[in-house]
């Protein structure tokens, strides 16, 4: 039973690396790889696995995404974090000052509804192509997922448990550290892998709009001069960054919620 | 004489509030008195009003429920945890394993961790969960987190305890277990009990007493003693002629009283 399964997934590995292969070898012959002559795809506009191989290469060699790559991670992480401390906090406000939350409601979901990158160029007028309009835009995505999670955490504590806890002796305090924020923290840790997409969301977005630095400002200085190696270069190191942090999230997941049953195949 | 624990007097109960008009009336001049050391059980058809009142013995109605009237009165000392009350649907933390489940009363006592870890782990064997310690609510079977659920209670040692249907869910083997150890447990301790159960068979073998509640709006309308000896053998009680004469004689009078 064991060894299928592990065969199971070697054969399955196999399988899902074939179909990048396949890909990337039709993308390479398409753009007039291997010699061939005839071009489906003009190189220009969809470069080349090949090229883009190199060109990432030789620029990791000389260090040319470094500078770029930690104004991304930055600003992004920046926004992540900012985004689930307020979201904590303004959840937490939120739902025990019920006034608060009417007077606010129609704001918040307003704010909510904007497609966030509408607010990049106005983020980069006040604030400026440095580091700040960038976190601001981030955290104004994440902020909204981990606020509506803490609060939908609060509202949604299983009445039983908190009987319990009271009969037991508990004080407020001990309600509130031992039912509410656990459940609150099962909430906003399910939503932590959506959120910190959504943090490189608003980071490279923010650097497509007006910046000076970061993965997303030079990706578009690269299509400015028709670099297209550089763009597809640029649009494999987000992806990577993108993989590497969603496997992060999912570990630190499995380690908090560890007591959660597994989610149903289906 | 012997002190009264627990005492209801003309308690009527209703929930909602009369302006969404959407008033149930659960309860219709109740009248309880429970003496230390009894094991009372309140039998009566579901949605009755029982675990309404066991919610108003511990202290859980808010005026937000709907209205209230008549005395309640529960005596007890000044400990903090004083009652126990195991829920009808088990209500285990998620987020903590068997053993930190059971001991959070304890922790919320102040208990020291190695003491509180010994006193767990004793009533965890004494329920057969050794070697399920380590883990977490859904990884237990049914019975498991209604025993887990029980011994949560009984391991702070409360003076009253109030249960709610505590084995309805539970299949008939270890149903009966429960039911001896819970027999056990009170005849060594000989503590309050209020035990609710729609079972009445149930409710003879163990209590010093039976409560018959009547539809809602609910009223106590009988309150018999069984004088059967202690400690009980659930298994061999059963299939002596006094408990089935005990058994039959309530049985009619309910069942009339229910008409
Ligand atoms: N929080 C509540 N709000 C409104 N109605 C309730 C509430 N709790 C119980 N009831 C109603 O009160 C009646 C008695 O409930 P309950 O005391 O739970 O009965 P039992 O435990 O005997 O089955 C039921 O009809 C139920 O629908
Ligand atoms: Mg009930």
Not at chain 1, 44 to 63: E, H, I, M, N, Q
Not at chain 2, 30 to 48: A, M, T
Not at chain 2, 201 to 212: D, G, H, N, Q, Y
């Amino acid at each position: 039973m064991k060894r299928r399964t592990s065969l199971n997934r070697i054969a399955t590995f196999v399988a899902q690396a074939a179909v990048i292969g396949v890909l990337l070898v039709v993308w390479e012959a398409m753009a007039g790889g291997f010699g061939l002559e005839f071009k489906t795809l003009d190189p220009v506009f969809f470069s080349r696995p090949s090229l883009v191989a190199s060109d990432l290469y030789s620029g990791l060699l000389k260090g040319e995404f470094t500078r770029d790559f930690l104004f991304t991670i930055q600003t992004s992480m920046w926004g992540l974090v900012l985004g689930i401390i307020s979201g904590i906090m303004i959840g937490f406000l939120f739902a025990y000052l019920p006034w608060l939350n009417r007077l606010f409601e129609p704001l918040m979901v307003a704010f909510n509804s904007l497609p966030r990158p509408a607010l990049a160029p106005v983020l980069v007028l006040i604030l400026g192509l440095g580091m700040a309009s960038k976190i601001v835009l981030s955290w104004s995505i994440v902020f909204f997922i981990v606020f509506y999670n803490t609060y939908a955490g609060i509202l949604s504590v299983d009445p039983d448990l908190l009987k319990v806890a009271k009969i037991m002796g508990s004080n407020r305090f001990q309600i509130f550290r031992h039912v509410i924020m656990p459940s609150v923290f099962s909430w906003v840790f399910a939503a932590l892998r959506v959120s910190v997409a959504f943090a490189l969301v608003g980071a490279v977005v923010g650097e497509f709009v007006g910046s000076t630095q970061g993965l997303g400002y030079q990706m578009e200085a690269a299509r400015g001069v028709l670099n297209s190696n550089r763009v597809y270069s640029i649009l494999l190191i987000l992806m990577m960054i993108g993989v590497v942090l969603t496997e992060i999230s999912k570990a630190i997941e499995r380690r908090l919620l560890r007591w959660r049953p597994p989610a149903p195949g289906i | 004489m012997v002190q009264s624990k627990i005492r209801l007097e003309h308690v009527s109960a209703s929930y909602g509030n009369v302006e969404d008009q959407n008033v149930v009336q659960v309860l219709r001049d109740v009248n309880l008195d429970v003496r230390e050391g009894e094991f009372v059980s309140i039998v009566g058809p579901s949605g009755c009003g029982k675990s309404t009142v066991l919610n108003l013995a511990a202290g859980l109605w808010s005026p937000s429920d709907g209205d209230l009237s008549g005395s309640i009165n529960v005596h007890h000392s000044e400990r903090k945890q004083t009652i126990g009350y195991v829920l009808q649907k088990d209500a285990l933390f998620p987020w903590r394993t068997l053993i930190k489940n059971v001991e959070y009363p304890l922790e919320i006592a102040g208990m020291p961790r190695r003491q509180r870890e010994e006193l767990a782990r004793e009533w965890i064997n004494r329920v057969g969960l050794s070697g399920f310690e380590e883990r977490y609510p859904y990884q237990l079977s049914g019975g498991m987190r209604q025993r887990a659920n029980i011994i949560r209670v009984l391991a702070y040692d409360p003076e009253i305890v109030l249960m709610d249907e505590p084995l309805g869910a539970l299949d008939a083997h270890t149903r009966m277990v429960l039911q001896q150890q819970i027999s056990d447990l009170w005849s060594a301790s000989r503590k309050t009990v209020v035990f609710v159960t729609h079972d009445l068979e149930e409710a003879i073998l163990l209590s010093t007493r039976v409560i018959l509640m009547t539809k809602r709006p609910a009223t106590v309308s009988a309150s018999r003693a069984i004088d059967l000896p202690y400690p009980r053998s659930i298994m061999n009680l059963k299939l002596t002629p006094e408990f089935r004469s005990v058994y039959e004689n309530l049985w009619n009078e309910f069942c009339g009283l229910l008409q």
